[in-house]
T-cell receptor, first 116, second 113 residues
């Protein structure tokens, strides 16, 4: 089956620093990738949708200058949390849509971010 | 805007019981509905996907039903086991201009040995 990986799985950083999270589709080409955020005991909230080679589309209330998304290839998307603050601490999950099966999304294992 | 609700928020049952988790959605214009399992601190594991034209899907002890017209889905777990303890998320893939997954808030299941 299709596999999506995320790196790192866990990161701790100091307030004010930037953190980059990678999302890779390992055995398929993903024209569209999605980034979600999940706070404890809450559901996944879509942050942004990124299409390969174009700018990401951000959901209402998500700061595009704070959460930089790059989708430079069909297998890699990155989310950079710039000038992170403790309130950015969360579980970030990416998913990828197979180019040949647009109704199906495959999810990564998530990245736990803790900002001190 | 699609809204997905899951009831109950938490459920605790003794091992061996059959149980039903509920999911409702406000907009019936969907492509499919998916049930996921999430263990603490982990990502999502897809359990069942029901296309909008289907009424149910089965996998082992799991059976998911879909009533698109009423905006409801149920996940039935037979003969529950402690290993079934997890959070179960329902997600709807909406058609129309949105074309995105909308998640419910989940049901946290605990199966007691």
């Amino acid at each position: 089956g299709a596999v999506v990986s995320q790196h790192p799985s866990r990161v701790i950083c100091k307030s004010g620093t930037s953190v980059k999270i990678e999302c890779r589709s390992l055995d398929f080409q993903a024209t569209t990738m999605f980034w979600y955020r999940q706070f404890p005991k809450q559901s996944l909230m879509l942050m942004a949708t990124s299409n390969e080679g174009s700018k990401a589309t951000y959901e209402q209330g998500v700061e595009k200058d704070k959460f930089l998304i790059n989708h430079a290839s069909l297998t890699l998307s990155t989310l950079t949390v710039t000038s992170a603050h403790p309130e950015d601490s969360s579980f970030y999950i990416c998913s990828a849509r197979d180019r040949d099966s647009w109704e199906t999304q495959y999810f990564g294992p998530g990245t736990r971010l803790l900002v001190l | 805007k699609q809204e997905v609700t899951q009831i109950p928020a938490a459920l605790s049952v003794p091992e061996g019981e059959n149980l039903v988790l509920n999911c409702s959605f406000t907009d019936s214009a969907i492509y499919n509905l998916q049930w996921f399992r999430q263990d603490p601190g982990k990502g999502l594991t897809s359990l069942l996907l029901i296309q909008s034209s289907q009424r149910e899907q089965t996998s082992g002890r799991l059976n998911a039903s879909l009533d698109k017209s009423s905006g409801r889905s149920t996940l039935y777990i037979a003969a529950s086991q402690p290993g079934d303890s997890a959070t179960y998320l329902c997600a709807v893939f909406s058609s129309g201009s949105a074309r995105q997954l909308t998640f419910g808030s989940g049901t946290q299941l605990t199966v007691l040995p």
